[in-house]
C-alpha cells in the first residue's frame, strides 16, 4: 500500500468511528452540552464540517482559510435536526475524501498554504488527520455518556480481548 493509501485508509477509519457513534444518537443527544462553554455533538459536526470545506476545496491550489468560512458561527448552537447535521457531516467528509482521491504520491511533497503557513502537503494530511481524529475522540466519548450502557462498543468490548487474541472475536458489522 503507498503511503498515500495508508493515509487516506486512515481518515476513512477516522469517518467510521464517528459514523459508528453518530448512528447510535437519540434526538435529544445531539445538542446537549455540559456546559455553556463545551461543544455539543451537533457543534463538533458543524467545525468539522467548516473545516471540511474550508481545507479541501482546492487543497492544491488555494490557502486551507477560505474567506467562505464562518469558523466563530461553527461553535454556536444551529440547533440543526439530526438529518441536517447528518448531510453536514457527509458533505464535510465527501469533500475531504475526494480530494485526498484526487492526490497521487508525486504530490506529496508540494507545498500548500493553511493561514498563509506553507505545509507540504504531507504534513497538511497529517494535520487534518489529527485534528479530525482529535474531535472524532471526543465525539465517540460524547456519544457514549450520552447512549450509557445502550451504546455500542466501536472495538473490543471490555471483557473480550483474549476472545479477540484468540481470533474467536467477531466484529460488529460495519467495524
Given at each position: 500500500m ?7 485508509f486512515?481518515?476513512?477509519r ?5 459514523d459508528?457513534?453518530?448512528?447510535q ?7 446537549t ?5 463545551a461543544?455539543?455533538i451537533?457543534i463538533?459536526v458543524?467545525h468539522m ?6 481545507r479541501?476545496?482546492?487543497f492544491?491550489t488555494?490557502d486551507g482559510e477560505?474567506t ?6 461553527e461553535?454556536e448552537?444551529?440547533h ?9 457531516w ?7 475524501l475526494d480530494a485526498?482521491?484526487a492526490?497521487?504520491d508525486?504530490d ?5 498554504t ?6 507540504t502537503?504531507?504534513e497538511?494530511?497529517l494535520?487534518?488527520l489529527?485534528?479530525?481524529s ?5 465525539l465517540?466519548?460524547?456519544a457514549r ?12 468490548p471490555?471483557g473480550?480481548?483474549?476472545?479477540h487474541?484468540k481470533?474467536?472475536?467477531k ?5
Amino acid at each position: 500500500m503507498s503511503e498515500l493509501a495508508t493515509i487516506r485508509f486512515e481518515f476513512e477509519r477516522t469517518r467510521r468511528l464517528g459514523d459508528r457513534s453518530l448512528a447510535q444518537l437519540e434526538v435529544g443527544d445531539w445538542h446537549t452540552r455540559s456546559d455553556d462553554e463545551a461543544n455539543s455533538i451537533a457543534i463538533i459536526v458543524q467545525h468539522m464540517h467548516g473545516n471540511m470545506l474550508s481545507r479541501w476545496t482546492e487543497f492544491l491550489t488555494s490557502d486551507g482559510e477560505k474567506t467562505f468560512r464562518d469558523r466563530d458561527g461553527e461553535f454556536e448552537d444551529q440547533h440543526r435536526s439530526p438529518e441536517a447535521l447528518r448531510a453536514l457531516w457527509a458533505e464535510g467528509w465527501t469533500c475531504c475524501l475526494d480530494a485526498i482521491g484526487a492526490l497521487d504520491d508525486g504530490d506529496l511533497d508540494k507545498t500548500i498554504t493553511i493561514r498563509s503557513e506553507p505545509l507540504t502537503v504531507r504534513e497538511a494530511l497529517l494535520r487534518q488527520l489529527s485534528h479530525y481524529s482529535y474531535h472524532v475522540g471526543q465525539l465517540v466519548l460524547l456519544a457514549r455518556a450520552a447512549r450509557g450502557k445502550e451504546f455500542q462498543s466501536l472495538t473490543i468490548p471490555r471483557g473480550q480481548s483474549k476472545q479477540h487474541t484468540k481470533g474467536t472475536y467477531k466484529r460488529p458489522p460495519g467495524s
